[in-house]
């Protein structure tokens, strides 16, 4: 299984970014897809998850402002991220749960400008 992330660049605070990323492979049953991140001296954190039956969790850092979805079809999760801040600089990593696997992309940077 490999994901894919896309979406990432540098934008000014305030603006929007959406993320994308597709998952291939041996998919047969995506469970809890997800976003994290991890920027500069800190940990990978929690950006936002959506499990299969649709049900979400945020970080409070992003309630508001960012939305994740996903298209089981294309087997692509999304990330809507409006209103960005400086804070939320960091490379953005996918994941997917696939029975008791978890699976990471590679990440992809967002930078916002003050």
């Known amino acids: 299984v490999q994901l894919q992330a896309s979406g990432g660049g540098l934008v000014q605070a305030g603006g929007s970014l959406r993320l994308s990323c597709v998952a291939s492979?041996?998919?047969?049953?995506?469970?809890?897809m997800g976003w994290y991140r991890q920027a500069p001296g800190k940990e990978r954190e929690l950006v936002a998850s959506i499990m299969r039956s649709e049900r979400t969790n945020y970080a409070d850092s992003v309630k508001g402002r960012f939305t994740i979805s996903r298209d089981n079809a294309k087997n692509t999760v999304y990330l809507q991220m409006n209103s960005l801040k400086p804070e939320d600089t960091a490379v953005y990593y996918c994941?997917?749960?696939?029975?008791?696997?978890?699976?990471w992309g590679k990440g992809t940077q967002v930078t916002v400008s003050s």
């Open positions: 492979g041996r998919i047969f049953n995506i469970d809890t």
């Open positions: 994941n997917m749960d696939q029975y008791v696997m978890t699976y």
